[in-house]
């Protein structure tokens, strides 16, 4: 959750331009709290890399705590706690350089979606960490049909990722913003508009097929198909209001990050399933 946090927390200090409130890095104003420069954009930007420093120490503690007793855990969760480390250390980077460079929208971008990244990688190694608790489905289908399904799940993450990194290219020019006042940089608003159309259609088709096919699944297809419909009218409102509440521009992107944890359990969960015990026979 601290996770999902620190993605709305940097939303929100983007929506109210405070990525530069602090002029320095890692401290503020040259103190660990900016107690006389405090204010709304001073303190988005300083909880903001609070958050990332708890999100930091605990994936640390999660590496060091899988190393020593890697032998009673699975063996994927040693180098997959070490990745996730590894990244929150280029996350860190990209922090700084986003404010020692003056938010440049390269890196802007490439922070949002490490941060993304790392979002999706948790929850793989939480459904993982559930144990083979749903490989005792009946058998009956083809196993075809379970490989199209892990086909369609990775691809679904993937597009919902792809889009994310639009998102995050378009928002780190404020690409929407200037195509509703001057019509310039519409090109990223309708690039935007046309991966949520494939994104969105994929994963409700996909939610749709999990909950007829796999009633294991229901739970978190549905949930799935939730978030991706209220991603989409998160979107459409965001632009009728022309971006006026900033508030609806972070739960955008929360619902982002959401979708992708869903997501990424769902692939794992399909993945752990072995091919000889497929999907659910509805006659």
Known sequence: ??????????????????????????????????????????????FHRLDAF??????????????????????????????????VAVQGGLGALTVLQLLPSAV????????????????????????????????????LWSSATRATLVTALVAVLVQCLLGGLMASQWAAGRCISSGEACSWLLAHRLGARFAGALVLALAALLAWRR???????????????????????????????????VAHQISAALLLAVLSSLTVRGWRIAPNLPEMSHG
Do not use: K
């Not at 709305?8 to 104003?29: H, N």
């Not at 999100?55 to 706690?81: K, N």
């Not at 991603?231 to 965001?238: E, R």
């Open 54 to 87: 708890v999100v930091g120490v605990g994936l640390l503690v999660l590496s060091a705590v899988s190393w020593w007793e890697r032998r009673q855990l699975p063996a994927w969760l040693p180098p997959l706690s070490l990745a996730c480390v590894l990244l």
């Open 215 to 249: 009633p294991t699944t229901r739970p978190l297809a549905g949930l799935a198909a939730v978030l991706v419909l209220a991603q989409i009218a998160l979107g459409v409102f965001s632009l009728r209001l022309s971006l006026a509440m900033p508030g609806v521009t």
């Open 108 to 143: 802007v971008t490439a922070h949002l979606l490490t941060a993304l990244t790392l979002v999706a990688l948790l929850s793989a190694c939480h459904e993982g960490l559930r144990g083979d608790s749903f490989q005792g489905a009946p058998q009956s289908a083809s196993a």
């Open 1 to 46: 959750m601290a996770l999902i946090a620190l993605v709305g927390i940097g939303g929100a200090t983007r929506v109210m331009e405070a990525g530069l409130a602090c002029p320095d890095w890692p401290l503020c104003y040259g103190s660990l709290l900016p107690g006389r420069q405090m204010n709304l954009q001073v303190f988005l930007e300083w």
